[in-house]
């Protein structure tokens, strides 16, 4: 059955901290793996990864694929307190009307 | 920017009652999706939709029905509501390949919690 798990579950960081988020994925037919911030609303949009070792950078938030090992990054650098969200990681399934499978999330806080 | 929206933020219903959870969206996207989202269970796909008029069954379409007359507006029904229906209510959009955008991304709306009594 294909899967998508992130780890940790949870985190609690000091502001000004990095952090390395983990997306592990057994999905038969990968076509591109996607990260969300998940704030009390909605998910946003971060990137879409479907080349391995290309990293993809927004600010203080980059992430990288790797299709070999299957699995992603997402890196937060100098944390703030408005990072502080759920962070869902999405594999699209190309072989099954490029439905999204999702993780549970990892849910960051960070203190002050 | 892409601007999905859904009908309540919150709502309260009582057990049996007819449900509808409305969702519009304004980038022209062919594709629609409801998911509802639980504590320790994630995101679950009710059902989407690829086009006008067609919908497919997610991974829980039990106890939901949909509608899509129309290209901006996605419908969610619980035809019964039962308090196992008690969650938060996400719709998304994303556009079809080849219609300027990418179809894996999908966008959201804010969401509505619903909460049957």
């Known amino acids: 059955e294909d899967k998508v798990v992130q780890s940790p579950l949870s985190l609690v960081v000091h502001e000004g901290d990095t952090v390395t988020l983990n997306c592990s994925y057994e999905v038969t037919n990968f076509r591109s793996l996607l990260w969300y911030k998940q704030e009390k609303k909605a998910p946003t949009f971060l990137f879409m990864l479907?080349?391995s070792g290309i990293e993809k950078k927004s600010g203080r938030l980059s992430s990288i694929l790797d299709k070999k090992e299957l699995f992603s990054i997402l890196n937060i650098t100098a944390t703030q307190t408005g990072d502080s969200a759920v962070y869902l990681c999405?594999?699209?399934?190309?072989?099954?009307?490029?439905?999204?499978?999702w993780g549970l999330g990892t849910s960051l806080a960070v203190n002050p | 920017d892409v601007k999905v929206t859904q009908s309540s933020r919150y709502l309260v219903k009582r057990t049996g009652e007819k449900v509808f959870l409305e969702c519009v969206q304004d980038?022209?996207?062919?594709?629609m999706f409801w998911y509802r989202q639980d504590p320790g269970l994630g995101l679950r796909l009710i059902y989407f939709s690829y086009d006008v008029k067609m919908k497919e069954k997610g991974d829980i379409p039990e106890g939901y029905s949909v509608s899509r007359e129309k290209k901006e507006r996605f419908s969610l029904i619980l035809e019964s509501a039962s308090t196992n229906q008690t969650s938060m209510y996400l719709c998304?959009?994303?556009?079809?390949?080849?219609?300027?955008?990418?179809?894996?991304?999908?966008?959201f709306g804010p969401g509505t919690r619903l909460t049957v009594l």
């Open positions: 980038m022209d996207h062919e594709n």
């Open positions: 999405a594999v699209c399934d190309a072989g099954n009307n490029r439905k999204l499978i």
């Open positions: 998304a959009s994303s556009p079809s390949a080849g219609g300027g955008g990418t179809p894996d991304t999908q966008y």
């Open positions: 479907t080349s």
